[in-house]
């Protein structure tokens, strides 16, 4: 990667779980890859969303190809994708404030589509997820699940590079290298440093979510891209045992989902500025939609503690013949601009759903094959990825620092060093990190800051937003980098982004809590004097 | 049961408060809710670090006349104030809390990320520094006990280095010590300390310290991980180790603020006060703008008394409380100085000056809390509960602590 000159097959722009999966297929496919990404990786939707592994059914009724395509990659994922995957099962509810004929209709769209509909009577529903409001009239039972968005997409990540792709984070694409209508590479700021760098390669795949519209621009084509917000809750801790949607036309507030040790309430839809996109904050009005919904889901949701609020954007692409966005499809986009804009060497990868990123991947992965003239099959729908392969060896270290770990990098666990008691010291408490675990991330996971070392590890995502353990990471940190400022203002950093999401709820245990992570770093440690001198220094 | 005075919460203020009380001959009770904030106590009380616009503050008597009206210094008087902040010092004392220090002028403590910040009294064998840019020593050995994560000693001499001081960190590992990895709550530093109890353990800390420090070394600084107890183990310590030695704030729970907490709640005990720990004042009769009796969650009748202080601390000790709308007082309902809406109570970025951080019960100048707009004849407010102050961005938090519950303890005696 240190050659300049190095001449890549593709280059792969977004490091979310479109462009994680478009890397993984094409290094598989024995493409030379290069995988850019602008910040850190899931740092746009991939990792903004509620987690649910969609069984397709939420769009059997208004999108029958849509669901298709979600409960086909549902099955794949989970043969794939175990150790991201909890095998919930999902319930479709009746409220009385709901048309109970509509349930027909649904259980009818979802068979049609090929997607497991079984109406089960409301008792059982009751006994099946405890959570449930009681006063639901009909329930449907369907095969969605839970998935951990930011683990899967470093499972993608890992295996490209094991087959040999480049990545590098923190990377912005500034401009295309456009010669005689051909896009042959990229020009990215390495924000870090602040160099700029050149990279060429004969295919540009532009993955960067909605911040593709912004790549294509760049070489002077223009896709009809309208960035749609969607705001969630996590409540501080799992109520619910199975997916909750509620069986109706497709609304706010209106899926529960649980993902590991919290539940998380969704969504919102509402069109914002592109200009807006890199700093999406959560208004006190979807606050209060999304408290109303997830209480008439479950209502032991209204007196839950809510841990944080945060909002993604959706890349909503409407047809060319569609300017206004007036229909737009949540179906898959994939835009060979030589043939629509007459810009040869590049694709666009957009729409689409976590969900199907898989399938996505591969769509553009056979075109960029075409271009290239590689006739190799893609095989990703049936190869686990790293970490959810079978076990090398029966596990015998049964400590509280490996099974946590256990479930957030599978098998690959094994390749964190936990042999001495240094190694098993918890960091993070609430989630189970240990010294170990983050000096895995650190060297293996192409971790540079704690905001990242989150991503990777789960680290302060747990009740106390990151009160003691983000200390502890940063101290680690500054000692990996030999750079303690950095690794201070990195920490203030941190807080300021879990304060992000916690002031939108500041009230309750999160205004106590926020209160009593000011008054350690603030009030004892004098954190906030700390970054002043650095600014200073600097 | 009747009491002369009871007080609702347990932290430094209550006890400060119930303290004072009890030595002069009254019948006090002191209901402990849960933990207090003391675990978070890094070793020096603060008198005033900063005016609300967060400008320095190196003379904090001196500086009481321009603090706003509201303020609970201004209450007081500055004159009192100077008065009170003796007796303070004095009653520490009488607890066997010996602190160093005084209310004319700050010292510096050093923060567990190696920062000075503007302190009042310290706990003496805690490391301090005369001014905010400089340390007494030109070279110092910091102390690093291995694998205790809650210190983070490269922080700590990164800090220190900028303070012009030559910095060197001798790792000591300890078998004693190593024994707490094993126990599920992991190295915290009251769990070192309980293990430095026992004085086999710290003789061979002693001896690991020797054995690391160099034979120029001036001053030896290690983390505050010993005497959760008492002071006779960090003296057997400092007299063990053939250098000087002070020790350093870490992250919480600290244990000066452990010590701090069971030497005033020992002293209020031994002075015949009464320690409720674990329960909590759960409802209050009020007749005509008193309170005439309260009732804890696990006693069998209400309690009546003379006086109720309310010294049930801010937020985290559940002193305030807020939902989405509104910050309220929830034992009482009294009148609440904050802003309306959770939309202005917070701005962005965790540290800087938060308006909830100075949000708190309205009180007259006697400290008698309002409520719709009206004093509470027989009860005081005290402590974090009160409005007026950002504990954060003035460093007042644990002088107005001790100098309203000194004040009102003297108005219920007067």
Redesign the interface.
């Known amino acids: 990667m240190d050659d300049n000159n190095k001449q890549y097959d593709v280059i792969v722009i977004g490091g979310g779980i479109t462009g994680a999966g478009v890397a993984r297929d094409c290094a598989r496919r024995g493409l030379s890859v290069l995988l850019l990404e602008r910040l850190d990786y899931t740092n746009g939707a991939s990792g903004r969303n509620h987690g649910l592994m969609h069984s397709g059914a939420r769009y059997a009724v208004t999108d029958r190809e849509s669901a298709a395509e979600c409960i086909s990659e549902n099955m794949i994922l989970r043969r794939i994708a175990r150790h991201c995957v909890e095998e919930t099962d999902g319930l479709f509810i009746t409220l009385p404030e709901d048309d109970l004929a509509y349930q027909q209709t649904f259980a009818e769209a979802c068979r049609a589509a090929g997607i497991r509909a079984d109406i089960i009577d409301p008792a059982q529903a009751r006994a099946l997820e405890p959570a449930v409001n009681p006063d639901l009239i009909g329930a449907v039972r369907v095969p969605d699940a839970a998935i951990d968005p930011f683990r899967l997409t470093m499972a993608n990540v890992v295996d490209a590079q094991l087959h040999g792709a480049d990545a590098l984070t923190y990377h912005e694409v500034t401009a295309l290298i456009v010669n005689q209508n051909r896009v042959e590479g990229v020009r990215a700021r390495d924000l870090r440093t602040g160099a700029e760098r050149e990279f060429r390669a004969t295919v540009t795949i532009n993955a960067a979510g909605i911040w593709g519209m912004l790549i294509a621009r760049m070489a002077g084509v223009t896709i009809n891209m309208f960035p749609a917000k969607g705001a969630m809750l996590i409540f501080g801790h799992r109520v619910n045992k199975m997916v909750i949607n509620r069986c109706r036309k497709p609304a706010n507030a209106d899926i529960l989902v649980p993902d590991a040790t919290v539940s998380i309430v969704g969504t919102t839809s509402d069109r914002v500025p592109i200009d807006t996109v890199d700093d999406m904050r959560v208004t006190g009005d979807e606050v209060r939609v999304l408290l109303a919904g997830a209480q008439r889901i479950a209502p032991v949701l209204a007196s839950t503690r809510i841990l944080r609020a945060y909002a993604g954007v959706r890349p909503l692409v409407a047809a060319d013949n569609d300017p206004a966005g007036r229909s737009i499809s949540r179906g898959i986009v994939c835009l060979d601009h030589e043939q629509r804009d007459g810009m040869a060497g590049l694709i666009t990868i957009t729409g689409g759903k976590m969900m199907t990123y898989r399938l996505m991947a591969q769509i553009a992965t056979d075109l960029a094959c075409r271009k290239l003239g590689n006739t190799t099959p893609c095989d990703t729908a049936s190869v686990p990825l790293p970490g959810s392969g079978q076990p090398q060896q029966e596990n015998v270290r049964h400590t509280v620092a490996f099974n946590a770990a256990k479930g957030r990098h599978g098998t690959w666990t094994e390749r964190i060093s936990l042999d001495t008691e240094d190694d098993r010291a918890m960091v993070c408490e609430c989630e189970g990190v240990s010294v170990g675990e983050l000096r895995y991330a650190l060297e293996n996971l192409n971790v540079h800051t704690l905001t990242d070392l989150r991503r990777s590890t789960r680290l302060g995502m747990g009740v106390c937003q990151g009160r003691l353990c983000a200390c502890r990471a940063a101290t680690l940190l500054g000692r990996i980098n030999n750079n303690i400022l950095r690794a201070q203002a990195d920490l203030a950093r941190l807080l300021d982004e879990r304060w992000k999401g916690m002031k939108p709820i500041a009230w309750g245990a999160t205004l106590r809590e926020a209160q009593l992570t000011a008054t350690i770093y603030q009030g004892l440690c004098g954190l906030d004097k700390a970054i002043a001198r650095k600014e200073d220094e600097q | 049961m009747s009491f002369d005075t009871v007080i609702i919460g347990g932290g430094l203020s209550a006890l400060t408060c119930g303290i004072t009380l009890a030595r002069a001959g009254q019948r006090v009770a002191v209901v402990a809710g849960g933990q207090n904030?003391l675990p978070?106590?890094?070793g020096s009380m603060e008198l005033l670090g900063a005016d609300a616009a967060g400008n320095a503050v190196e003379h904090p008597l001196e500086a009481i006349a321009a603090l706003d009206n509201h303020h609970p210094y201004r209450k007081i008087g500055a004159e009192r104030v100077a008065k009170l902040a003796g007796k303070a010092k004095d009653l520490l004392d009488d607890a066997s809390i010996i602190t160093l220090g005084e209310a004319t002028r700050n010292h510096y403590r050093i923060?567990?990320?190696g920062?000075?910040?503007p302190a009042w009294l310290t706990l003496e064998r805690m490391a301090t520094t005369d001014r905010p840019d400089r340390l007494p020593w030109t070279q110092v050995v910091l102390i690093n006990l291995?694998?205790f994560?809650?210190y983070?000693?490269?922080?700590v001499a990164?800090?220190l280095r900028?303070l012009g001081c030559e910095v060197a960190v001798a790792d000591v590992t300890l078998d004693a010590l190593?024994k707490a990895?094993?126990s599920?709550t992991?190295?915290r530093a009251t769990t070192l300390a309980k293990v430095l109890a026992n004085s086999q353990a710290l003789k061979q800390l002693a001896q690991a310290i020797n054995a690391a420090v160099p034979g120029d070394a001036q001053m030896v600084l290690m983390p505050a991980v010993a005497g959760i107890e008492n002071d006779d183990v960090c003296d057997n310590l400092m007299a063990q180790v053939q250098k000087p030695l002070r020790f350093l704030?870490t992250?919480?729970p600290?244990v000066p603020g452990v010590r701090l907490n069971s030497a005033l709640k020992h002293y209020f005990q031994m002075l015949g006060g009464h320690y409720f720990l674990g329960d909590a004042v759960c409802s209050a009769t009020l007749e005509r703008n008193r309170v005439t009796g309260v009732r804890a969650a696990k006693q069998p009748a209400s309690w009546v008394a003379n006086h109720f202080v309310m010294a049930t601390g801010?937020?985290?000790s559940?002193g305030l409380?807020?939902?989405?709308n509104r910050i309220f007082e929830p034992l009482l309902g009294l009148d609440v100085n904050a802003p309306a809406?959770?939309?202005l109570?917070?701005r962005?970025?965790?540290?800087?000056n938060?308006p909830?951080?100075s949000a708190g019960v309205c009180a007259d100048n006697t400290f008698h809390p309002l409520k719709d707009g009206n004093p509470l004849h027989n009860v005081y407010a005290i402590g974090q509960l009160l409005a007026g102050h950002n504990?954060?961005v003035m460093?007042d938090?644990t002088g107005v602590a001790m100098l309203t519950a000194l004040a009102v303890a003297e108005d219920i005696l007067s």
């Open positions: 904030t978070l106590f890094g923060t567990p990320l920062m000075t910040k291995s694998g994560i809650d983070p000693v490269d922080f990164h800090g900028q190593r990895w094993r599920a992991q190295m704030a992250m919480p600290a801010s937020f985290m559940h409380e807020a939902d989405q809406g959770c939309d109570w917070g962005d970025g965790m540290m800087g938060q909830y951080m504990p954060m460093g938090g």
